[in-house]
T-cell receptor, first 113, second 111 residues
């Protein structure tokens, strides 16, 4: 089967605009994670879903960031009033269960101008 | 916050040599995992070692874990140019919490 798919692969937006980033996890994986990675750094945790509910959203930097997973499969990360500091690669990962290895997508590179 | 710290930050070796990367962490863990990332790609899981294990092998990879020192090492034997990538350790504090990644080691294998 297919791996984790993220769209778009690249997104350029102007400061202040709203963006949505999509993640299609591996079929049957109940856990879904969003991470953010800046150049030269490791992935930084944002939010984790177990099924439809957000099990841990402690990594979201502020209330401009929000994520949903309404049917327990596809997830959307939403960023309002984007700032230049939001520029990074946003990585999505899924796993069969909470303590299983993560399968990552190739990420969405977000650039805020 | 990042719990794991890899050492060295960058490593350059000749093809055929062994590469050793180290990871130190701060709190107790349920397991520790190593991932690889090629430029512009997502991370790929390499190996998972649980807190009650001391050593694990997978092909040319050998991972050790010393929970008393809160450290792990990844050894890649007989390196190849295709091993060039960034390598990250990630810790799982409790088995039901998100992985916490380090900053990674950038490995360059020169043919």
């Amino acid at each position: 089967g297919a791996g984790v798919s993220q769209t778009p692969s690249n997104k350029v937006t102007e400061k202040g605009k709203y963006v949505e980033l999509r993640c299609d996890p591996i079929s049957g994986h109940t856990a879904l994670y969003w991470y953010r990675q800046s150049l030269g750094q490791g992935p930084e945790f944002l939010i984790y879903f177990q099924g439809t509910g957000a099990a841990d959203d402690s990594g979201l930097p502020n209330d401009r960031f929000f994520a949903v997973r309404p049917e327990g499969s596809v997830s959307t990360l939403k960023i309002q009033r984007t700032e230049r500091g939001d520029s990074a690669v946003y990585l999505c990962a899924s796993s069969f269960q909470a303590d299983s290895p993560l399968h990552f997508g190739n990420g969405t590179r977000l650039t805020v101008t | 916050s990042q719990q794991g710290e890899e050492d060295p930050q960058a490593l350059s070796i000749q093809e055929g040599e062994n590469a050793t990367m180290n990871c130190s962490y701060k709190t107790s863990i349920n397991n520790l995992q190593w991932y690889r990332q090629n430029s512009g790609r997502g991370l790929v899981h390499l190996i998972l070692i649980r807190s009650n294990e001391r050593e694990k092998h997978s092909g040319r990879l050998r991972v050790t874990l010393d929970t008393s020192k809160k450290s792990s090492s990844l050894l890649i034997t007989a390196s190849r140019a295709a091993d060039t990538a960034s390598y990250f350790c990630a810790t799982d504090p409790s088995g039901n919490t998100p992985l916490v990644f380090g900053k990674g080691t950038r490995l360059s294998v020169i043919a």
